[in-house]
């Protein structure tokens, strides 16, 4: 079975400032791993993923992610925030070994940006 | 390049009534999922389909199936709609059925909203 953990249901920053948003994962095999965000009334926007080789992954809009495999975890950051990054941010999972595309997805994080 | 596109936005429904919901993937892919998101449940993958097969279920009762067409589209019905259905129900698409080394990437389209009273 393969879950994710957002522990922060919402994160408060100000704007310019660096922002965070956790994720863990477990998974019986290796992990993809996933970041989407979602603005009101609207879908979800892919951000970035890691698949393999460097933990560091670079994605849209200045965000990065660091895979830590010891951790379980795969954080997002951004070095400035934006107010415009105010948003619903979703981390997901799939196993590797698993056939098929099933995204596991973490309860979401609510990002707010003040400026 | 098109984006996942949904039809309808928006739709209210009665008890008991069944729906359908459409999904037109990205030019290209044949790989589409549905999910279901609700304040309560968050997230949750509902079935997917390859090439008019369905891959892969979720934990979802039989009121809730699918099909995909010849050119990649997917449906979604809800038989007897209960009020717990009220969602929004997000498609997916991708390049191929992913799994093992695949590294694709799911897309979405803006859902569907779901209502029903």
């Known amino acids: 079975a393969q879950s994710v953990a957002q522990p922060e249901d919402q994160v408060n920053v100000a704007e310019g400032n660096p922002l965070t948003v956790k994720c863990t994962y477990s998974?019986?095999?290796?992990?993809?791993l996933f970041w989407y965000v979602q603005y009101p009334n609207r879908g979800l926007q892919f951000l970035l993923k890691?698949?393999?080789?460097?933990?560091l992954v670079k994605g849209s809009y200045g965000f990065e992610a660091e895979f830590n495999k010891s951790q379980t975890s795969f954080h997002l950051k951004k070095p400035s925030a934006l107010v415009s990054d105010s948003a619903l941010y979703f981390c997901a999972v799939r196993d590797r070994e698993a056939a098929g595309n099933k995204l596991t997805f973490g309860g979401g994080t609510r990002v707010l940006v003040k400026p | 390049k098109a984006g996942v596109t949904q039809t309808p936005r928006y739709l209210i429904k009665t008890r008991g009534q069944q729906v359908t919901l459409s999904c037109s993937p990205i030019?290209?892919?044949?790989?589409v999922s549905w999910y279901q998101q609700t304040p309560g449940q968050g997230l949750q993958f509902l079935f997917e389909y390859f090439s008019e097969t369905q891959r892969n279920k979720g934990n979802f009762p039989g009121r809730f199936s699918g099909r995909q067409f010849s050119n990649s589209r997917s449906e979604m019905n809800v038989s007897t709609l209960e009020l717990g259905d009220s969602a929004l129900y997000l498609c997916?698409?991708?390049?191929?059925?992913?799994?093992?080394?695949?590294?694709?990437?799911?897309?979405f389209g803006p859902g569907t909203r779901l209502t029903v009273l």
């Open positions: 890691y698949i393999t080789g460097d933990n």
């Open positions: 998974v019986s095999g290796n992990p993809y």
């Open positions: 997916a698409s991708s390049l191929g059925l992913a799994g093992g080394t695949s590294t694709d990437t799911q897309y």
């Open positions: 030019s290209g892919h044949r790989s």
